[in-house]
């Protein structure tokens, strides 16, 4: 058996994760809490929370917080971390049910991510140039197993299922 070092297995998760987010469709994106999002990807799950309600979700959960993003049509910004929030939740809404046709780490640490979308839809997240100490984003698969970038890439559980 090959030993492989801590950063070998993060950089293999982390492509991994991408490779995975391929030919999913975004389920809903929907902004949370200022320019902080959540986009559900691939197939719905259901559960009921602890108290009692109904919880729905993708099978993936792509998280973005406090982090410098921009979604792009064509080349053109149509909103960003720096917009007014209708303006955010107008773009986001256009790429519910679009396909994921590309997912790309790249930059310091491999914290930046595009994910390309349908109808020419890039998303771009700035994982690298935190808006605050601490922020990032997170992605989780329905096993709650996550990859996030705060600050320094970190990989929160050795296995991505």
């Not at 469709?25 to 719905?44: I, N, P, Q, T, Y």
């Amino acid at each position: 058996m090959v030993e492989r070092s801590s950063h070998e297995l993060q950089m293999w998760a982390k492509y991994n994760v991408m490779d995975r987010l391929v030919g999913l469709k975004v389920v809903r994106a929907a902004r949370s809490h200022a320019s902080m999002f959540l986009m559900d990807l691939g197939e719905w799950r259901e559960e009921i929370d602890a108290r009692g309600k109904l919880r729905r979700y993708g099978s993936w959960c792509f998280m973005v917080e406090r982090s410098s993003w921009r979604l792009a049509e064509r080349g053109v910004v149509i909103c960003s971390s720096e917009s007014e929030y209708q303006v955010i939740e107008t773009g986001l809404s256009k790429i519910t049910e679009q396909d994921v046709i590309s997912a790309t780490l790249y930059g310091h640490k491999f914290a930046d991510i595009d994910i390309g979308l349908e109808q020419g839809y890039t998303l771009s997240i700035l994982g690298s140039e935190p808006i605050i100490l601490g922020s990032g984003w997170t992605i989780f698969n329905e096993n709650k197993t996550m990859l996030s970038a705060e600050v320094e890439v970190s990989l929160q559980s050795e296995s991505i299922e």
